[in-house]
């Protein structure tokens, strides 16, 4: 234990950067506070252009060395990262829950486990590449999946691990190297990670974790000239600035932005699922991109719905996010409950009535809530609240349905809720959505394609998509023996 090292839950944590398989501490540090109770765990290293340039060139020094590793070894570093993980799941699992408020059971038994996930499938899914040559005039096509360089890899505080783990594996499975620049408001976890792919024998440099504030330190990540591919998951104002930054040097970007999802629920479908699949919008306490926020019901079933709806989610367990019995933990940080709160305040002076919910609770946390009477171009409805607040909203008509779920200026997902499969081919082609749930929500596979349209995101994350972005691809075309040079 050292000066920069922090307790939590019995866990030590170090609270410096961590560069070119070193320790480095800043100046100063900023304070990483639980959500669960309020307390301060401790200062984190408070990162500068010093410290975010000194990774970007561990990072490119280490470079050379773990592009030419072969695809075999780097796949086996990564599957004894995963292993890391699974050693420490406990570890990881109540840190995260202390750093970010999110419930400590999810993280057991779900959050975790896909973060080891995470490493071993992209480890696989390299050496699925590059195997499909192909014939031209005898002439043979081979497609290479060369690394590109370092990458400078930017995630959020709603799912930290999770989603950093879902651009660290496949960079670094791809043969690039990496500075992971964690959130502010949940820092810890990258730190374990470091600590882990360090012991699972990842080589110095490869991997690099740099702490501070985006504001402070994220211009100089994403203006960095050596920096080859730039991953982001966040809002769309951050997203504007760092496309703006990493526009001179043209560094290729990938981001997966918020959502303002729609639920859409027809008379014809299984109510009690309808509900369920309602209640679950308000997992992480709303705090999650694909959450479906706007439920469109229609007309006939709306007053059956809402009563069905309001009885289950009065019934939800608010606290704790230790406390196995709990369904709702807290928001991540004060400034997010005054923003969900200000939404909410402004919506009902513009006229929305508060069906559930609609205030703030002790602490960081946020009353369930459902509003109706909201108007299509209402703030309420057009942008991303990132807390447990819904909205309902009647359709009379499939064409009146598929209006409202794509007039937002997202495009990230969609549910629909429907007993017949014509309407659900039907209504899935007309809308706009990175991925949409047919009487299910939630159901993540790797090998699809992640990401949205509009202002949902550039790009998309999984399986080869994943790969796509993080190598430069390179087609080789051979001749046949004896070829003459007249094709
Ligand atoms: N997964 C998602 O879709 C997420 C969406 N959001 C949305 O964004 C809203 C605001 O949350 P914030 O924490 O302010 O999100 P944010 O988009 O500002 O933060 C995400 C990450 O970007 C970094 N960052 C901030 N400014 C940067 C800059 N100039 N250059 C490079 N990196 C920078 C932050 O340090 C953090 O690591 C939420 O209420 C929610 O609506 C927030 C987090 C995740
Ligand atoms: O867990 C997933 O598959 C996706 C999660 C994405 C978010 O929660 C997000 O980016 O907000």
């Known amino acids: ?48 252009a010093a410290e975010a340039h000194a990774a970007v060139a561990a990072a490119k020094a280490a470079f050379p060395g773990w592009a030419a590793t ?14 890391g993980v699974e050693k420490r799941l406990e570890d ?20 975790m486990p896909r973060v080891a996930h995470n490493f071993r499938f992209f480890a696989d899914w390299l050496l ?39 651009k660290v594996a496949p960079a670094l499975a791809a043969g690039d190297t990496v500075v992971l620049k964690p959130a502010e408001w949940s820092p810890l976890t990258a730190s374990l990670l470091a600590d882990i792919a360090a012991e699972a024998g990842l080589p110095a440099g490869v991997l690099n974790v740099v702490q501070g504030y985006g ?24 997203a504007r600035r760092i496309a703006a930054s990493a526009a001179a040097n043209l560094t290729p970007l990938s981001l997966e932005l918020g959502g303002k999802s729609p639920l859409l629920v ?12 309602a209640v679950e919008q308000y997992d992480n306490a709303g705090q999650v991109c694909l959450a479906a926020t706007r439920i469109l019901v229609e007309e006939t079933a709306a007053e059956e719905f809402t009563r069905r709806f309001t009885e289950k989610a009065s019934a939800l367990r608010q606290g704790d996010p230790r406390d ?27 006229g929305a009535r508060v069906v559930l919910g609609g205030h703030r609770g002790d602490g960081h946390y946020y009353a369930p809530t459902l509003l109706t009477d909201v108007a299509q171009d209402s703030e309420i409805v057009q942008e991303e609240v990132f807390g ?38 039907r209504v899935t082609e007309r809308l706009v959505a990175g991925t949409v749930w047919v009487n299910c929500f939630f159901v993540r596979d790797l090998r699809a394609p992640f990401g949205g349209s509009r202002h949902s995101g550039v790009g998309r994350e999984g399986g080869t998509w994943s790969f796509d972005f993080y190598c430069d691809l390179k087609n080789t075309v051979t001749a046949p023996k004896g070829f003459n040079g007249h094709g």
């Open 388 to 425: 447990p607040v819904l909205t309902l909203q009647t359709f009379s008509t499939e064409d009146e349905a598929v209006r409202l779920a794509n007039d937002t200026r997202f495009g990230l997902a969609a549910t629909l809720a429907t007993g017949d499969a014509e309407r659900a081919a």
């Open 92 to 111: 990881l699992a109540i840190v995260e829950t202390c750093d970010n408020g999110a419930l400590l059971r999810s993280h057991r038994r779900g959050v």
């Open 215 to 238: 504001s402070e330190i994220g211009d100089a990540l994403t203006s960095h000239p050596d920096v080859r591919r730039i991953s982001f998951t966040g809002s769309v104002p951050t």
């Open 128 to 166: 699925t590449l590059g195997h499909d040559d192909f014939d031209t005039r005898g002439h043979i096509n081979h497609v290479s999946w060369d690394p590109a360089g370092p990458c400078v890899l930017i995630t959020p505080w709603n799912a930290p691990l999770m989603l950093a783990t879902w």
């Open 266 to 277: 027809f008379a014809d479908a299984d109510l009690d699922l309808a509900v369920d699949l």
């Open 324 to 350: 196995e019995s709990t369904d709702i933990g807290p928001n991540i940080h004060e400034r997010q409950l005054e923003k969900i709160d200000g939404f909410v305040r402004r919506a009902v002076a513009a």
């Open 1 to 48: 234990m050292t000066e920069h090292t922090l307790t939590v839950a019995g866990v030590a944590v170090d609270t410096r950067h961590w560069i070119g398989g070193e320790r480095v501490a800043s100046a100063t540090t900023f304070p990483d506070v639980s959500p669960v109770d309020g307390a301060t765990l401790g200062g984190i290293a408070r990162g500068t």
């Open 70 to 83: 072969p695809r075999a070894r780097r796949a086996r570093i990564l599957h004894a990262i995963a292993d």
